[in-house]
T-cell receptor, first 110, second 115 residues
Framework: GQQLNQSPQSMFIQEGEDVSMNCTSSSIFNTWLWYKQDPGEGPVLLIALYKAGELTSNGRLTAQFGITRKDSFLNISASIPSDVGIYFCAGRSNTGKLIFGQGTTLQVKP | ETGVTQTPRHLVMGMTNKKSLKCEQHLGHNAMYWYKQSAKKPLELMFVYNFKEQTENNSVPSRFSPECPNSSHLFLHLHTLQPEDSALYLC??????????????FGPGTRLTVL
């Protein structure tokens, strides 16, 4: 079946540093989504991408829909302690099925 | 607050117990979903309901039984579970199950522990 490979699996960074994570797939997707999950909560949608090459920002977060439609990345600039959590990518195929990545656990040291 | 609530937030049950998880969405959506989230694994879609009709069952064991009495409420009935069923169970909703701009909003989840 379709799978997403999300990397890195975890990151431990200093406050103020920039962060980059990505998802790749062997299949083409029509939509890429990025979610954040805080401890003890459900995932919250951060950014949605609907066109190949699209670059979208949400505050300090920037995400891009890869030109090949098989990948996407998320960047966080100037990280702060509240950025801590698990970040998930998700891709939607032309069948409408949503596939999730394994998640990137981010820890920020003040 | 995403507009999707789940109760209880935590549940501990024995393998012979019967319990139910409840999800309610206040967003006017027509599609609702149950996911299982285990540590270090991607979210696993279990069931999908669209306009109260079940449209997907991803080979979920029969010890999990969903119920969708209306578009705002979704239940997951549990009986004779196994310890490996311990996980975070997430409910989500979306406008419908179509292919358009139709993103899912998640509840906070129920942390289930099966002893």
């Amino acid at each position: 079946g379709q799978q997403l490979n999300q990397s890195p699996q975890s990151m431990f960074i200093q406050e103020g540093e920039d962060v980059s994570m990505n998802c790749t797939s062997s299949s083409i997707f029509n939509t890429w989504l990025w979610y954040k999950q805080d401890p003890g909560e459900g995932p919250v949608l951060l950014i949605a991408l609907y066109k190949a090459g699209e670059l979208t920002s949400n505050g300090r977060l920037t995400a891009q829909f890869g030109i090949t439609r098989k990948d996407s990345f998320l960047n966080i600039s100037a990280s702060i302690p509240s950025d801590v959590g698990i970040y998930f990518c998700a891709g939607r195929s032309n069948t409408g099925k949503l596939i999730f990545g394994q998640g990137t656990t981010l820890q920020v040291k003040p | 607050e995403t507009g999707v609530t789940q109760t209880p937030r935590h549940l501990v049950m024995g393998m012979t117990n019967k319990k139910s998880l409840k999800c309610e969405q206040h967003l006017g959506h027509n599609a609702m979903y149950w996911y299982k989230q285990s540590a270090k694994k991607p979210l696993e879609l279990m069931f999908v309901y669209n306009f109260k009709e079940q449209t997907e069952n991803n080979s979920v064991p029969s010890r999990f039984s969903p119920e969708c009495p209306n578009s705002s409420h979704l239940f997951l009935h549990l009986h004779t579970l196994q310890p490996e069923d311990s996980a975070l169970y997430l409910c989500a909703s979306s406008q419908d199950r179509g292919l358009g701009l139709n993103e899912q909003f998640f509840g906070p989840g129920t942390r289930l522990t099966v002893l």
